[in-house]
């Protein structure tokens, strides 16, 4: 067998995944109940199911992200398995990376968890994706924690010692800072340096060549002096941000000539939101890194618009209001009343008497009065 | 005040008799009141013309004391999903109507910026509740409603009203308000609202709140404080390569107005219109203004699209 290593020593047992919540994973699942596990990258969370599968003697039932995971497939799938015992034995249910369904998945995923008779165990990268929003209400979220480096160190010591690499302490410690928490990635690094037995302190320190996440200011200094395609292309890569965030950083330190190729980065990625093409941002990222100059090389500010448009968002109730109240007295849409009679309105609201009764008859509070001003 | 306090509401004429202007609609119009029958109705003419004034004035007339229970008034622009048309149309419609008629009345304001879905989901509930209910719908632009409602509707078309009507109305309301209006004012009214009865008595009401001695400059500064051309100034700054403060402004004036991406669009393509620039630039301008508008709708983030037309038009002004 010539398995990857983190496949050929994954956990077979919940106690050898070390510093996650899997108890209550398992309490979940001897209660019949949904929990979502959530956590970077090399945490444990797959194999936790596997694990429980394997110590109750329980059938796994995987619906993994290499499936088109649409509306039909997930309830061909998981229809008749949540609500029947299984043949051989209890069931158990995962569904890998739930943030990434295909298009009507998360909703038939949730309907079909509702009346579910069965154990379900979901996975996820960020509990706070926008896309968990209504998932979250159906489920017990357990969250995994980026792995200590001296539990990495010591699962990699083991490894180390079954497969006969020669390996110091020091080495294996180095190599378990590397990996930042990522167990997979650890163990990865392992197999590739020790490969022929033997691991070395140069070959230890030429692990450094990994990437590590870059902050968005280090990442736009890339970008922007980037002499290269490739240099621009791969730029944003290491930054933790998702695209949407990153385009905001970029356009607010573009310069004016890159405009057109946001714009057209923007398109793709609007496709992809309304297809859910995920190739599409392939084009968007060259477009949007590549095709971009900055206003200048250093010294990058924040995007602005979020801060606007959250402040501006208050006002906007406010004269929503103001809106409503008027047009139970003026034969108009709130759109028409908003264009056509508020700016006349204001200028009417000089006079003070008008506006005394304007704001008693409407009966309006002093800050939705601020509105007429 | 009460609420006839704004005019445009307190001198809305309450019976068909009453309406400026369009004649012969009227004529029409009364005799379906007359024979206490009519069909659906579908009013297309520009605003401030009296759309909703004859269709208001209809359900009063026709049901008279009842009115309130046999009427609906809808409108469109601020619910215009199908779930409307599914739900409070569907609602008011199947119930029976009440008092002497055989059928109830809904007005449908702006009926234009009903989806294609919802117009299709609206013609079912015309066809299917046909004996209880009529509809008139009132719209902007008729090409906008899909053709099978339209042949289903008697069409009328509103005209902007001209001078003498207009001039007559609002020396009418100067009398009954105490204004003193010059004749120069009130041909400037006129003209700063193009036949939209609506906009000039607001214009007018604005100004008397300054003074009861309404005169032409007095019309003119109220008109350009109130509604001043600030998307015009957009794309000056932005011709005059000003990229900055030209996005800055439109970003400003879309949160201040609640304007979409789509309509801060529009408004500039008006105002593209009616600049006085090369004829060459006009159409270039025109046709990126175009192809941003298509962008925004494919795209995700339409202040992105917003500034990156704003470059363009930079572009465009300095090339």
């Known amino acids: 067998m010539n398995l990857p290593w983190y496949d050929k020593h994954a956990p077979r047992e919940l106690k050898e995944i070390i510093g996650q919540g899997t108890a209550r994973v398992l309490e979940c699942v001897r209660k019949n109940k949904t929990c979502l596990i959530t956590g970077p990258s090399g945490t444990g969370k797959t194999v936790t199911a596997h694990a429980i599968a394997h110590e109750c003697g329980m059938q796994l039932v995987e619906l993994s992200a290499d499936e088109k995971r649409n509306k039909d497939y997930i309830n061909s799938v998981l229809s008749n398995t949540l609500v029947t015992k299984g043949l051989f034995g209890k069931k158990l249910v995962l569904v890998d990376d739930v943030d990434l369904l295909d298009r009507g998945g998360m909703p038939e995923l949730i309907k079909c968890i509702k009346k579910s008779m069965v154990p379900v165990i979901l996975t996820a990268r960020d509990k706070w994706d926008k896309k968990l929003r209504t998932l979250r209400n159906y489920c017990e979220i357990i969250e995994y924690r980026k792995l200590r480096t001296a539990w990495t160190a010591k699962v990699l010591k083991r490894i180390s010692e079954e497969e006969g690499i020669k390996v110091s302490d020091e080495n294996l410690y180095k190599i378990a800072v590397n990996a930042i928490g990522d167990l997979r990635a650890a163990i990865n690094d392992l197999e590739l340096l020790g490969k022929d037995g033997e691991i070395t302190n140069y070959e230890v320190k030429s692990l450094t060549y990994r990437e590590k996440p870059i902050s968005i200011h280090e990442g736009l200094t890339r970008l922007f002096n980037a002499t290269s395609f490739e240099e621009a292309h791969n730029s944003l890569i290491n930054v933790e941000m998702d695209i949407n965030e990153k385009m905001l950083w970029i356009s607010e330190n573009a310069s004016k000539n890159s405009y057109n190729n946001l714009s057209r980065a923007d398109v793709f990625i609007g496709r992809v939101r309304r297809w859910q093409y995920y190739r599409y941002w392939a084009y968007a990222n060259a477009l949007m890194t590549a095709g971009v100059k900055g206003k200048s090389y250093y010294g990058f500010s924040r995007p602005s618009k979020i801060m606007k448009l959250w402040k501006s968002k208050s006002e906007r109730v406010l004269r929503d209001n103001v809106l409503t109240l008027l047009k139970e007295r003026i034969h108009a849409s709130k759109k028409k009343i908003m264009s056509e009679h508020l700016p006349y309105l204001k200028v009417m609201c000089k006079n003070k008497e008008f506006k005394n009764s304007l704001i008693s008859e409407l009966g309006l509070s002093p800050k939705e009065a601020g509105i007429l001003s | ?319």
């Open chain 2, 1 to 319: 005040m009460s609420a006839l306090d704004i005019w445009t509401e307190k001198y809305r004429p309450k019976r068909l008799n009453d309406v400026y202007g369009q004649v012969g609609i009227i004529k029409r119009l009364k005799s379906f009141v007359k024979a206490k029958s009519m069909p659906h109705l579908l009013f297309a003419g520009p605003a401030g013309t009296g759309k909703t004034t004859c269709a208001l004035a209809i359900a009063r007339e026709l049901y008279s004391d009842e009115w309130g229970h046999n009427f609906m008034e809808l409108n469109a622009s601020d619910m215009r999903g199908i779930d409307v048309v599914r739900g409070r149309i569907k609602n008011f419609a199947r119930t029976m109507p009440f008092g002497g008629l055989s059928f109830k009345l809904i007005l449908l304001d702006e009926a234009d910026a009903l989806t294609r879905d919802a117009q299709h989901a609206l013609r079912r509930t015309m066809e299917k509740y046909a004996s209880t209910c009529r509809f008139i719908l009132d719209c902007n632009y008729s090409s906008k409603i899909i053709d099978p409602i339209q042949s289903r509707c008697a069409v009328f078309r509103f005209k902007p009203l001209n001078e003498p009507v207009v001039t007559e109305l609002l020396r009418d309301v100067s009398r009954k308000e105490g204004l003193k209006i010059t004749e120069n004012a009130l041909k400037i009214l006129y003209e700063v609202s193009r036949g939209d009865l609506r906009k000039s008595l607001n214009l007018l009401q604005a100004t008397s709140s300054i003074t009861k001695v309404i005169n032409e400059s007095l019309i003119h500064e109220v008109a350009s404080y109130a509604k001043p051309e600030e998307m015009n100034k957009v794309i000056k700054l932005a011709l005059n390569n000003e990229f900055d403060k030209s996005k800055d402004l439109v970003m400003n004036l879309m949160i201040k107005y609640g304007l979409s991406g789509v309509d801060a669009i529009k408004q500039l393509h008006s105002q593209v219109i009616r600049m006085d620039l090369p004829r060459e630039l006009k159409v270039s301008l025109i046709d990126r203004i175009g192809e941003y508008e298509f962008r925004m709708i494919e795209g995700a983030d339409e202040f992105l699209q917003m500034d990156a037309l704003i470059a363009q038009i930079c572009y465009l002004g300095n090339k």
